[in-house]
C-alpha cells in the first residue's frame, strides 16, 4: 500500500506542477523555460499514469484521494496560505478513504 501511495503521490505532483507552472507561464512571467518544465512535468504526469495497477474506478478514486490532500498541501507550500483545523481534518480524511479503498482491493479480487 505504501508503494501505491507513493506513486498517487509523485503522479499527483507532477499533474498539480505541470498545471501550476503552466499558469505562471501565461498569467506571470512568459519565460520559454517555464513552458519547457510545465511541458516536461505533464509528460511525467501522463507517464507516471501508466504505472498505476489498472485504469478502474477505484484506482482513479483512491488517486483521487491523494490529489486533494497533495494539491491542498501545494496550496499551503507553494502559494503560503494558512490551512485550518478542519482543513487538516479533512486531509486525514481523505487519506483514511484512500486507505481503506486500497485495503479494500485484494478483498474485491477474490
Known amino acids: 500500500?505504501?508503494?501505491?501511495?507513493?506513486?498517487f503521490t509523485l503522479t499527483a505532483i507532477a499533474e498539480i506542477a505541470g498545471c501550476y507552472l503552466f499558469y505562471f507561464w501565461l498569467r506571470r512571467?512568459?519565460?520559454?523555460?517555464?513552458?519547457?518544465?510545465?511541458?516536461?512535468?505533464?509528460?511525467?504526469?501522463?507517464?507516471?499514469?501508466?504505472l498505476h495497477p489498472v485504469a478502474?474506478?477505484?484506482?482513479?478514486?483512491?488517486?483521487?484521494?491523494v490529489y486533494v490532500v497533495v494539491s491542498v498541501l501545494w496550496l499551503n507550500l507553494v502559494d503560503r496560505s494558512s490551512l485550518s483545523g478542519l482543513e487538516w481534518t479533512g486531509l486525514l480524511l481523505a487519506l483514511a478513504g484512500m486507505g481503506?479503498?486500497?485495503?479494500?482491493w485484494t478483498i474485491a479480487h477474490k
Open 56 to 65: 478502474t474506478g477505484r484506482v482513479y478514486a483512491a488517486y483521487g484521494a
Open 29 to 50: 512571467d512568459g519565460n520559454g523555460w517555464v513552458l519547457l518544465a510545465s511541458l516536461a512535468s505533464l509528460i511525467l504526469f501522463a507517464w507516471l499514469l501508466t
Open 100 to 104: 481503506l479503498m486500497v485495503s479494500g
Open 1 to 7: 500500500m505504501l508503494r501505491v501511495f507513493f506513486l
